[in-house]
């Protein structure tokens, strides 16, 4: 998109909190019609950076022209006047309120000095008209009684509503589904095109923002390293731009001494798999990789004892077949499954962070069913440092973390005890570089213990990066095993397509 009509310049912005320098010396423009993307490691100064231009915080220095004019915001609803909104990675939201009366919150349709609740929910339906993200979004149910993903729809809406000129989004797509994240990456782009409307999109999803944005800002340790044009966009220049790494080694070195079988499947037939024949073994990661319904997630399941339809076939761990596989004999054989999915399968969202590292072994801990909730948030402390979480207290609430943070609890829940084989289904979905690179070295690090992994991933670059050896599928089939330097892209669309 090649428009150069500027609506904001931001140049040499810069923002201590104490001895951190969070922005150093960032200068940037924008055109109106851009989807800006803005990507970086954790604690790389993107929040920073978009709270200066959205009026949350002041810079130290540095000078901002929005629409022609110098802009100076004292305060949040100094830009929202202006048109500019942002959209937080964490909804904010009036609890006790409904969608419809947060959504227009500070500007409420009255009669006379009362609120106008008819006309309120009349509008924010037409505004979900208007943007239909999720069309059934229940806009007259208090925001305490709706899901994570639908709160954060109101949010968008609500930012929406001020029909701005800039709307900046802050890890937009990471609660929401997949269709409701595809309606939304396409009403950016009709926007952009259609009503020049400019967006800056933060994303740790970098396929989406490869899609979406025509043009992509880098930052590190505060600095802006780097602007890509559409063009020259591509993930392993982002990636090596934000690590500060050749792309080779951003996963962990593969395995060089791979054991006998730990676990092995024989000739599984179900509803929707056919003839399934994969061998894990210690030592080795073992990816599984087809197009969407290929039947990676149900190879996954009928491992764990989850799918109920198996109708042939055998599973045997370290060489003794499975008479009953089930979920509960396969925990207690080390068999583990870390399921796609966190908030709805992996995480309890209502409960703390040393609940959710503690809850699937409560039993072990206290045998007297008398729980010690000082001895439980010691041993979280202890599992949740292995695992180097981040979080504020070990009593907060899970959602209150990162995605990176959360799916590292899950890692820590399962691997509280000695597993066998560890089965995770696209475990990095959603967290930032950094986070994944943690994941891949926890995993790297439990093959040096002689234990198996089986990981379906839906990142291509992902399943080859990390794996030792691959299966590719296709409609419920095996269709080929690569090892080696047999792991190519090009070998495994060759083989799933």
């Given amino acids: 998109m090649k428009n150069k009509e500027p609506i904001l310049t931001c140049t040499k912005f810069d923002k201590h909190f104490g001895a951190t320098h969070a922005v150093n010396n960032v200068s940037f423009s924008l055109n109106r019609g851009d989807i800006f993307g803005l990507v970086g490691e954790n ?18 220095s540095g000078k901002m022209i929005y629409k022609n004019s110098e802009a100076k915001w004292k305060k949040s609803s100094d830009a929202l006047n202006n048109k500019i909104s942002i959209v937080h990675q964490e909804p904010l939201l009036i609890s006790s ?28 339906k037409l505004l979900l008209q208007k943007y239909p993200i999720y069309p059934d979004l229940i806009l007259d ?14 949010e968008i809406l609500k930012a929406l509503s001020y029909e701005p000129d800039i709307l900046i989004l802050d890890e937009p797509t990471a609660s929401l589904p997949k269709k409701s994240s595809e309606r939304l990456l396409n009403l950016l782009e009709e926007l952009s095109k ?77 509803e929707a798999l056919k003839n399934i024949n994969i061998e894990i073994k210690a030592g080795e990661i073992v990816g599984l990789y087809g197009l969407m319904g290929a039947g990676m997630n149900e190879i996954a399941l009928s491992i764990f004892g989850i799918n109920n339809d198996l109708k042939e076939g055998t599973i045997s761990l370290h060489g003794k077949k499975m008479h009953k596989v089930e979920v509960s004999s396969m925990i207690k054989k080390g068999v583990f499954l870390i399921p796609p999915d966190k908030h ?30 000082s001895k439980e948030n010691k041993i979280a402390q202890k599992q949740a440092a292995k695992f180097n979480i981040k979080y504020g207290n070990i009593g907060q609430l899970v959602e209150e973390l990162s995605g990176g943070n959360q799916q590292k609890i899950i890692l820590a829940r399962w691997l509280f005890k000695e ?51 691959i299966y590719t599928m296709r409609r419920g089939r095996i269709t ?7 792991i190519t892209q ?5 083989n799933i397509l």
């Fill in 97 to 124: 309120l409904n969608g419809a009366d947060n959504i227009f919150l500070n500007k409420e349709h009255t009669k006379g000095v009362i609120i106008d609740e008819e006309e309120t929910l009349k509008k924010a």
């Fill in 344 to 373: 709805k399968y992996g995480l309890f969202d209502t409960f703390t962070v040393a609940g959710n590292i503690t809850i699937a072994h409560l039993y072990e801990i206290f045998p007297q069913f008398l729980i010690s909730k």
């Fill in 419 to 469: 597993c066998e084989v560890l089965i995770l289904v696209d475990p990095t979905v959603g967290i930032d570089i950094g986070a994944k690179r943690e994941i891949y070295n926890l995993l790297r690090d439990l093959t040096k213990k002689n234990k198996g992994i089986l990981m379906v991933s839906s990142e291509i670059n992902e399943i080859v990066g990390i794996s030792d050896k």
């Fill in 490 to 494: 090009e070998n495994i669309l060759k």
């Fill in 194 to 270: 259609k009503e020049k409307k400019t967006f800056i999109y933060i994303s740790h999803k970098l396929e989406e923002a490869i899609k979406v944005c025509n043009k992509i800002m880098v930052l590190r340790n505060g600095e802006n390293v780097g602007i890509l044009e559409k063009e020259d966009i591509e993930e392993n220049k982002l990636i090596k731009m934000m690590i500060n790494q050749d792309y080779e080694h951003f996963y962990p070195k593969k395995s060089e001494n791979i054991g006998n079988t730990i676990l092995q499947v024989k000739n599984l037939n179900t």
């Fill in 43 to 60: 604690g790389a100064g993107k929040s920073t950076l978009i709270k200066m231009i959205g009026g949350e915080c002041i810079p130290d």
């Fill in 141 to 154: 149910k208090n925001v305490d009684e709706l899901m994570l993903d639908e709160k954060f729809i109101v």
């Fill in 480 to 486: 080929a095993e690569l090892e080696k330097e047999q």
